[in-house]
């Protein structure tokens, strides 16, 4: 008797389970909009210009979480500073916009910024809110244009209260061989 209890209870788990995994939505895919980013994944020797005060690193980017996601990891120097960033990009399907997120060793808070690529989709730009240097939240708007698939330009500029952009800082990226 107890050989028929199990036989009936594996059935029956058998009947319940199949269909419910069966009507189980598919998992959403990355889209046309997430594969821009798939030129960038590698490792990217950078040049940064802080109002004419240079300085290098590196910047690594990698696909992640099913090719949704494009994570950041930046280190270098500035003013024999160890410098350190971590950001991570995407395109959001409800606010049809590219996101960011940025963090790094010299900011106490987080960039936050959204925008979308021109009409031939090498430049990117995005707008946003971050730290400013006097500890409060403040404006910022950011290109990124790719020149050619090995070299790219990020500029870093903060949008006064008259509207006017203030160049922060640029960087080349070329990718490292």
Same mark, same amino acid.
């Given at each position: 008797?107890?050989?028929?209890?199990?036989?009936?209870?594996?059935?029956?788990?058998?009947?319940?389970?199949?269909?419910?995994?069966? &009507? &189980?939505?598919?998992?959403?895919?990355?889209?046309?909009?997430?594969?821009?980013?798939?030129?960038?994944?590698?490792?990217?020797?950078?040049?940064?210009?802080?109002?004419?005060?240079?300085?290098?690193?590196?910047?690594?980017w990698k696909m992640e979480m099913g090719g949704f996601y494009l994570m950041s990891e930046f280190k270098g120097e500035f003013s024999g500073m160890k410098f350190e960033g971590r950001g991570i990009d995407t395109y959001d399907t409800m606010k049809k916009?590219?996101?960011?997120?940025?963090?790094?060793?010299?900011? /106490?808070?987080?960039?936050?910024?959204?925008?979308?690529?021109?009409?031939?989709?090498? #430049?990117?730009?995005?707008?946003?809110?971050? /730290?400013?240097?006097?500890?409060?939240?403040?404006?910022?708007?950011?290109?990124?244009?790719?020149?050619?698939?090995?070299?790219?330009?990020?500029?870093?500029?903060?949008?006064?209260?008259?509207?006017?952009?203030?160049? &922060?800082?640029?960087?080349?990226?070329?990718?490292? #061989?």
């Open positions: 008797m107890t050989r028929f209890r199990c036989c009936l209870a594996v059935c029956i788990a058998g009947i319940i389970l199949v269909p419910a995994k069966a &009507q &189980q939505p598919e998992m959403p895919k990355p889209g046309p909009e997430h594969a821009k980013f798939k030129d960038l994944v590698g490792t990217w020797e950078a040049t940064m210009d802080i109002g004419g005060m240079k300085s290098t690193g590196t910047m690594t916009k590219y996101v960011a997120v940025w963090c790094d060793n010299m900011a /106490p808070g987080i960039m936050m910024m959204e925008g979308n690529f021109d009409s031939a989709g090498n #430049k990117l730009t995005m707008i946003g809110e971050g /730290p400013g240097s006097d500890g409060k939240p403040a404006k910022y708007k950011s290109v990124s244009e790719r020149k050619d698939k090995d070299t790219m330009t990020f500029t870093m500029n903060s949008v006064g209260a008259d509207g006017k952009d203030q160049m &922060q800082f640029t960087i080349t990226y070329k990718r490292k #061989k």
